[in-house]
């Protein structure tokens, strides 16, 4: 008998540390996304706390620690960054104005406090309607702060805006995303609303062409109402695309999309063909 409650008692811290170390917090989450600032700012991956296996991709495609931006230091105009609790994850929006500008989308991947994954999408000069110089502007009139419970909605409701947008946009005008007013979207730099006007609802107004979004991943803040979604156009060697949506009250109220343009040439959206065909 004896026996049996010390082996319950070893059982049972033995679970109690696997869940201590396994534990995913919100201030967990902040702290790496600050590191990855931190180190952004210095060139030096040495200022976050990394896996020994950590692994590295840049632009959708695996790299390594010696070849990724975040080893080029760069002065940081804005920077926010939502958390995903649920599966430890972190999306952070970065603007650099230095000698030459960037406009950096990055995901953490983390546990136990050490980061294991860095994903990063990194716009420049000739990607899809860059503008750093808006992007700053534009991004930084926006507000990303913790939502009241009230406006808040599921992380399966802000997965499914997410999935609405795209399906709507490049697909099936028969989709119903959730449009709010008022509501921008900022894409690599051109803004929908720069009167800041009430009435403006981001909809647009019929698909812009016929290309299945795919490789779509999330990064969810229920706090936020945000979703990040890393994407490609078309398929799986397709341009590599993030969209951040805020959502108030369960509608779009801001919409940041960077896009990567791999090929260097334009990037053409396919027409759709006419109804009944």
Not at 24 to 45: F, H, P, V, W
Not at 117 to 125: A, G, P, R, W
Not at 197 to 220: F, H, W
Not at 223 to 242: I, Q, W, Y
């Amino acid at each position: 008998m004896i026996r049996a409650i010390v082996s319950m008692a070893i059982l049972l811290s033995s679970t109690a540390l696997v869940r201590a170390q396994t534990e995913c917090t919100r201030s967990m989450l902040k702290a790496a996304a600050d590191s990855y600032i931190e180190a952004q700012k210095a060139g030096n991956l040495s200022k976050m706390s990394l896996d020994p296996k950590v692994k590295f991709k840049e632009n959708m495609s695996d790299t390594t620690k010696e070849k990724g931006l975040w080893n080029t230091a760069l002065p940081i105009s804005l920077q926010h960054s939502i958390y995903d609790v649920g599966r430890c994850k972190t999306f952070s929006e970065v603007v650099s104005m230095g000698g030459k500008p960037y406009v950096i989308g990055t995901r953490l991947t983390v546990k136990d406090g050490k980061v294991t994954e860095i994903d990063s999408l990194v716009t420049k000069e000739g990607d899809w309607l860059f503008d750093p110089g808006n992007y700053l502007k534009y991004s930084s009139a926006d507000d990303w702060s913790v939502l009241p419970v009230d406006d808040r909605v599921s992380r399966q409701n802000l997965i499914d805006a997410g999935n609405q947008y795209f399906d709507f946009v490049f697909m099936d005008k028969g989709i119903r995303p959730p449009w709010g007013t008022p509501c921008a979207r900022l894409e690599g730099g051109a803004y929908t609303n720069e009167k800041n006007e009430n009435k403006d609802t981001c909809q647009i107004p019929a698909p812009l062409g016929n290309m299945y979004i795919t490789d779509r991943s999330y990064v969810v803040d229920e706090e936020m109402g945000a979703v990040n979604v890393f994407c490609r156009f078309g398929n799986s060697t397709g341009m590599p695309d993030s969209h951040l949506f805020r959502l108030v009250s369960g509608r779009y109220r801001w919409i940041h999309t960077l896009s990567v343009n791999l090929t260097g040439k334009p990037v053409v959206v396919p027409k759709m063909p006419p109804e009944g065909k």
